[in-house]
């Protein structure tokens, strides 16, 4: 019985998982692909690019879609279960629900094991791919690969924040420009236009910017000059940033999980990298955790609320979802930049919904309603509600 029902439910668990795997990563797709569409018009090289930076971005996408299909994977399938009455069968039968723990357990740990690979040993190697074809094309074709309305930090010691980029990438407006890369000086440009000039050597780019000003203060806030100009040349020499091995790579999320560990095991670093590094760690190991911190949530979650269709089922795991990243950005902006350690900071979501957890199993196996489902319940039935309303109309 007992090996019976656990292939049963874990079918019921791995078709939603792969179909809601591969429609969450499609939609972060089509998201990605409609960010780079310029570049298929500016070069004839374009369209391999394009392919070369999604490919890099596929580990980074299954990173935050595999927790997600886990949720709606179990959710969906006790879902069906409870609005079928297959658990009450079950309970008659003296199957307790405790016993429908081991397939859920399993789903749960093949998306943890997979996610924490991806996490630990891909991802560092595809954010060094995806930066090493963004200076490629800087090289090139004398593009930078600016987003709009974004910070962009590709380049190391160099944050850019553009308001209006032209089709082409070459013509700027609304430009902001912080550059830390001397320790002695640091300067912040602000300029109402710019544009791209290549050198065709492909050494480098010049940014050559109208009508701004140049902020820059010494070391320890000792001196502060201001610089009123008209037109400033800001040279990018692309030598330094993508084909010096060593600097290339001395970003946090560059590192390996070996390097990770062995810069933290280091005496020499001062408290700011040392908490930079702390923070990449236990986000590495947090992150891939939401897949069973979620999948344990989501079960008794959905026999509780009793779902009465897929879409309500959907809904109430990007309610639940939707929860858990935001609880989880907050506590990551406490620990990045807070009083208290990366580490509290990025586990202590996991510890919260951990507890909810047990605390749903418990009240789902005694066959007692937990009052806050009610809510979450009404709000997920009221969204599905208004969807499909929208659609008729």
């Keep these: 019985m007992k090996r019976i029902l656990l292939r049963y439910l874990l079918v019921e668990q791995a078709v939603p998982f792969f179909v809601s795997l591969l429609v969450l990563t499609l939609v972060l797709f089509l998201g990605k692909i409609m960010r780079y569409t310029q570049l298929l018009f500016a070069s004839e090289s374009g369209l391999a690019d394009l392919g070369m930076l999604l490919l890099y971005s596929l580990p980074y996408f299954l990173v935050f879609t595999i927790p997600m299909a886990t949720l709606l994977a179990v ?8 609005h079928d009455n297959e658990i009450t069968a079950m309970k008659t039968a003296g199957i307790s629900f405790y016993q429908t723990l081991p397939p859920v357990a399993l789903l749960t740990g093949f998306a943890w094991l997979t996610t924490l690979g991806l996490s630990s040993f891909v991802l560092p190697h595809s954010n060094s791919g995806f930066q090493r074809v963004l200076l490629e094309m800087a090289r090139s074709r004398g593009q930078l690969g600016l987003k709009e309305r974004i910070f962009n930090d590709q380049f190391d010691g160099l944050v850019f924040f553009i308001n209006t980029i032209s089709p082409d ?20 440009i602000v300029a109402e236009e710019g544009f791209l000039v290549h050198d065709p050597s492909g050494k480098r780019i010049t940014l050559r910017l109208l009508r701004g000003q140049i902020f820059r ?6 001196s502060l000059q201001t610089i009123r100009f008209q037109n400033y040349d800001f040279n990018l020499d692309l030598d330094s940033f993508a084909f010096n091995e060593k600097n290339f790579r001395k970003r946090e999320r560059h590192l390996s999980f070996t390097e990770l560990r062995q810069a933290l095991t280091s005496t020499k670093l001062d408290s700011k990298k040392r908490n930079k590094l702390s923070f990449e760690w236990h986000r590495r190991l947090s992150l891939p955790f939401a897949c ?3 999948g344990f949530i989501a079960a008794p979650l959905s026999v509780q609320s009793r779902t009465g269709s897929r879409l309500s089922g959907v809904v109430l795991g990007l309610v639940l979802f939707l929860l858990y990243y935001l609880f989880v950005s907050a506590a990551k902006a406490l620990g990045k930049d807070g009083p208290y350690p990366p580490a509290i900071g990025l586990w202590l979501p996991n510890v919260i919904f951990g507890v909810l957890a047990v605390i749903l199993w418990i009240k789902t196996a005694r066959e007692s309603p937990f009052k806050p489902i009610l809510l979450v319940q009404r709000s997920a039935e009221l969204v599905a509600s208004w969807i499909k309303t929208r659609s008729k109309s």
């Design 75 to 82: 959710l969906l399938a006790f879902a069906r279960l409870a």
């Design 169 to 188: 990438g070459r013509h700027l407006r609304e430009v902001f420009i912080t550059d830390e890369r001397s320790p002695e000086t640091k300067s912040t």
């Design 217 to 222: 203060v010494g070391d320890e806030m000792e």
């Design 292 to 294: 069973i911190v979620l």
